[in-house]
């Protein structure tokens, strides 16, 4: 099972908040498949145009940027929370292939899907 490693303790930013300002963190779920990791997030009020899934050694970034349909003369009172864009950041090892990630959008809930590197499913069926 792949680790998770926070960037800053829970206990020190409120539910729901980011490690940047003016972003928020989306609730997401993670299952390790026999082959793969799913990786389900919630990511309401965002267009497939407006992900952005990035990688960097064990690591997997996304950033999901909502709409502003909202006139330029127009201030929401309130709503500051709702209008933020979603990141995350995840630590997830050196066990999965990053180059074959799949990822989908479909109504506010985008599925990323990371197959395992060939070296680690030969290291399971060894131990199996």
């Known amino acids: 099972m792949p680790t ?4 800053l303790s829970p206990s ?7 490690a940047l ?6 609730h997401y779920e ?14 309401p009020g965002i267009d497939a ?9 064990p690591d997997l970034f996304l950033t999901a940027r909502k709409a502003r349909p909202v006139r330029v003369n127009w ?3 309130r709503l500051e929370d709702a209008q933020q864009d979603y990141h995350l950041a995840l630590r997830l090892g050196h066990a999965f292939d990053f180059a074959e990630l799949r990822a989908s959008l479909r109504d506010g ?11 680690t499913l030969a290291r399971e069926r060894q131990v199996a």
């Open 30 to 43: 993670c299952t390790d498949l026999p082959g793969a990791l799913q990786l389900l997030v919630l990511v």
């Open 4 to 7: 998770i490693i926070p960037t």
């Open 75 to 77: 201030s929401a009172l």
């Open 12 to 18: 020190r930013r409120p539910p729901g908040a980011s």
């Open 49 to 57: 145009g407006g992900v952005d899934i990035t990688t960097r050694g």
């Open 21 to 26: 300002p003016g972003v928020r963190a989306p």
């Open 109 to 119: 809930l985008l599925t990323i899907t990371l197959p395992k590197a060939a070296s």
